[in-house]
């Protein structure tokens, strides 16, 4: 079944519950998101009792926000306690500490960080909320100077946000040693067995060293095929550890020069965040990523990628770096943005009144294009901006 919460459901999620009469959750968010009664909809109620009779029922959830709802219903326990061991970054660490006994990591409370002493240290290191999503809060710290420019960033007033404290709570931070190497993202299942099932694997680019932005995805066959099976191997000791079925998760790692695999986080019960990656699945490689994970089907990789063209797909998440603040802005050029790209698959435009990104653009880049990408990850987007 499916828990839809704010800020954001795509059409491509809504059409996948509605062809496939899967159930949703009728919560008041849900409601004031999708207005359309014909879906098969199941009161807070009924949806408890599957959980209680059921508690490997598969459940995926739209949005960070929706975890507010399964914690607050005790017949959940035992989804509650994986979504602590995962949502919780300090809890993440001491999971998985075993496996990684020389990673450095501590916390602090957001009181104490103007006061905080770096002795024992090292730079660089990366400060972030606890409980944090969508980069915000989180700072990468090579020197003295950054850490000044940080500590003035770290305060109650500038990590307010539209997200639920189960989602966003900026009172207690982790710092931990910074991961060398290129950073992934991983969509995928553990599926009744308990086994790993993987469905997508993106390569997060960044602008520079200090860059935490999410500006670009990337997924090709390339890349699928390069690390699926070192992933596999290491995310089904982590499912192992924790019991998990029918459980999807989105796992953000970093793989060093050497091929070595460090884990970032693991965000449960979804996939990217605002219907991004597992919706990029579809227009990439044919796979529903929701049907999937419902159905326990495993893509057969070898047979996606028999009749596909070697193309590069993204996810291009235009986020508002231009230094106007959202109520200076008055106007988003999205056509001037599509014609900066090579195939643009879909474009989806947001209020940035409203959310905290102007939109996303899917992309279809051929291997000797890959500039366009580059151009709009270092780009400020002030071309497409008005102010007046």
Not at 129 to 145: E, K, M, T, Y
Not at 256 to 274: F, H, K, S, T
Not at 320 to 340: A, K, M, P, R, V
Request: aromatic share 14%; with cysteine; proline share 4%.
């Amino acid at each position: 079944m499916f828990l839809i919460d704010k800020p954001y459901v795509s059409d491509f999620l809504i059409n996948t519950i509605r062809d496939n009469n899967y159930k949703i959750v009728s919560t008041k968010e849900a409601k004031e998101l999708i207005s359309d009664e014909s879906l098969n909809w199941i009161s807070e109620k009924d949806a408890i009792n599957i959980i209680e009779k059921e508690p490997d029922t598969s459940i995926y959830l739209n949005s960070e926000n929706a975890i507010a709802w399964i914690l607050k219903n005790p017949e959940s326990f035992k989804l509650s306690n994986q979504i602590h061991l995962f949502k919780d970054k300090i809890k993440f660490r001491e999971l998985i500490k075993d496996s990684f006994p020389d990673f450095f990591y501590k916390t602090v409370e957001l009181e104490d960080i103007q006061e905080l002493s770096l002795d024992g240290i090292n730079f660089p290191f990366v400060i972030k909320p606890s409980l944090g999503f969508f980069s915000l809060g989180v700072h990468i710290v090579r020197n003295i100077a950054e850490w000044n420019a940080a500590k003035n960033e770290l305060n109650f007033n500038t990590l307010q946000s539209i997200y639920p404290k189960e989602v966003l709570n900026p009172s207690t931070f982790i710092i931990e040693e910074y991961i060398e190497g290129e950073e992934y993202a991983v969509d995928c299942y553990f599926n009744t067995e308990g086994e790993v099932v993987i469905l997508n694997i993106l390569h997060h680019k960044f602008s520079s060293g200090t860059d935490i932005s999410d500006r670009v995805y990337s997924t090709s066959k390339e890349i699928i095929y390069k690390y699926k099976n070192a992933i596999e191997e290491f995310l089904q000791p982590i499912g192992d550890k924790t019991g998990l079925r029918n459980f999807p998760a989105h796992v953000e790692i970093r793989i060093d020069a050497n091929g070595q695999i460090c884990p970032i986080e693991v965000n449960p019960l979804r996939y990217g965040g605002l219907c991004t990656t597992g919706d990029l699945s579809w227009y990439a490689f044919g796979i529903n990523s929701y049907d999937y994970f419902i159905n326990n089907k495993k893509p057969n990789w070898e047979q996606i990628f028999k009749n596909r063209s070697d193309k590069k797909y993204s996810i291009v998440i235009l986020d508002n770096n231009s230094g106007f603040t959202s109520s200076e802005i008055t106007h988003f050029d999205y056509d001037l943005l599509t014609q900066d790209f090579e195939n643009v698959l879909i474009l989806r435009k947001l209020d940035i009144k409203k959310y905290p990104v102007f939109g996303f653009v899917f992309t279809e880049t051929s291997k000797d294009n890959e500039e366009e990408l580059n151009e709009i990850l270092i780009s400020n987007l002030t071309k497409y901006i008005s102010t007046e």
